[in-house]
Every structure is written in C-alpha cells, then in structure tokens.
C-alpha cells in the first residue's frame, strides 16, 4: 500500500515562503496522482493542487494560483509544494495524497493520506 510522510511545516511570517516535501512508497498504477490538502480548525479539507506521476500535469485551486507550486522528483519519489507570498489565511494542517486520478482526489476519493504538517502564517 502506499505510504506518504509530510514534512516542513512551521511558522513563518505573513510574505515569508515553505517548501512542504511528501516522501512517498508502495506507489502502484493504481496511484498515478498525487494532491496537497489543507485543513484550518472546524473547516473542511480543501483541495490545493495535484499532480500526475506519469505526465506531470498539475491543477491548483484558484485560491493558490500564482502563489503555490506543486513539483515532483521521480528519482527521490518525492512531492513537493511549494508556497510563496503566504497569508495568516494559509495556516492550517496540510496533507499529501495519493489517488488514481486527479479529478479523483478532487473529490476526496483518497486512496492513501499522509499525517499531515502543520503551517502557521503570522501577521
């Protein structure tokens, strides 16, 4: 099954940036994609950006346009978000996923979460 372990969060002033890592192992062609997700308290988890392991196209949610960068390493079965100009608003506990599609893990039919990181934006 596939494992995925999150890592960089932390605190960072409001226009400061993170770059958030998701190691990633047991991928199959059964999880051919890979999402960002974040989660503020007593709100939904929210879709952020996805990627394709075999073609690298990407999506992102208008709300990280522009800001946020999902990339992947195929060599180090690694993905990365990166986020840039980032506001008090960003803060929350952020996932990696895994799935089989990217409209897939759009609508939370996950096949795999990471732990989560969590990402604090101050003012």
């Known amino acids: 099954q596939v494992q995925l372990v999150e890592s960089g969060g932390g605190l960072v002033q409001a226009g400061g940036s993170l770059r958030l890592s998701c190691a990633v192992s047991?991928?199959?062609?059964?999880?051919?994609?890979m999402g960002w997700f974040r989660q503020a308290p007593g709100k939904e988890r929210d879709f952020l950006a996805g990627i394709t392991w075999s073609g690298g196209g990407t999506s992102y949610a208008d709300s990280v346009k522009g800001r946020f960068t999902i990339f992947r390493d195929n060599v180090k079965n690694t993905v990365y978000l990166q986020m840039n100009s980032l506001k008090p608003e960003d803060t929350a506990v952020y996932f990696c996923?895994?799935?089989?599609?990217?409209?897939?893990?759009?609508?939370?039919?996950?096949?795999?979460w990471g732990q989560g990181t969590q990402v604090t934006v101050s003012s």
């Open positions: 996923a895994a799935g089989s599609s990217i409209a897939t893990l759009r609508t939370l039919r996950i096949g795999s």
């Open positions: 047991g991928r199959s062609v059964s999880s051919d994609a």
